[in-house]
C-alpha cells in the first residue's frame, strides 16, 4: 500500500521556519488528496493543509497565510513550508493521503477523509 514518511521537524523559537517532507511511495493515482495534519497533547488531531491533483489547495483558518503546501510529483514528495511560526504550532505534524474526490469537491481537512498516515514528525516552537 502507499507508504509515508515525514522528515524536517525540529525545534525553533517563535518566528522561525521549517519545511517539512513527506516522501510517498506505493501510490499510482492520478487524483488524489494529500494532507498535514497536527495533533497537540491533549487535543484531536487537527488539519493543517491539503492540496490534491490538480493543485488546488485548502488550509486551516489558523495557518493561512503563514504555511504553503505544495506537491513535486517528479520526486514524490510533498511538503509544507512553515513560516511565522508560534508556540501554539508545537505539535506532532502528520503527512495524509487519501483517494481524493474526482474533481466533485476540494479536499477538506477531515481525518476520516484521509486513509494513509505517515509515522509524524515532532516540531517544537519556543516562546
Known amino acids: 500500500g502507499v507508504q509515508l514518511v515525514e522528515s524536517g521537524g525540529g525545534s525553533v523559537q517563535a518566528g522561525g521556519s521549517l519545511r517539512l517532507s513527506c516522501a510517498a511511495s506505493?501510490?499510482?493515482?492520478?487524483?488524489?488528496?494529500m494532507g498535514w495534519f497536527r495533533q497537540a497533547p491533549g487535543k484531536e488531531r487537527e488539519g493543517v493543509a491539503a492540496?490534491?491533483?490538480?493543485?488546488?489547495?485548502n488550509y486551516a483558518d489558523s495557518v493561512e497565510g503563514r504555511f504553503t503546501i505544495a506537491v513535486d510529483n517528479a520526486k514524490n514528495t510533498l511538503y509544507l513550508q512553515t513560516t511565522s511560526l508560534k508556540p501554539e504550532d508545537t505539535a506532532m505534524y502528520y503527512c495524509a493521503a487519501g483517494p481524493g474526490w474526482a474533481g466533485y469537491r476540494m479536499c477538506g481537512l477531515e481525518v476520516w477523509e484521509y486513509n494513509n498516515w505517515g509515522q509524524g514528525t515532532q516540531v517544537t516552537v519556543s516562546s
Open positions: 492540496v490534491d491533483s490538480d493543485g488546488d489547495t
Open positions: 506505493g501510490y499510482t493515482y492520478r487524483s488524489y488528496c
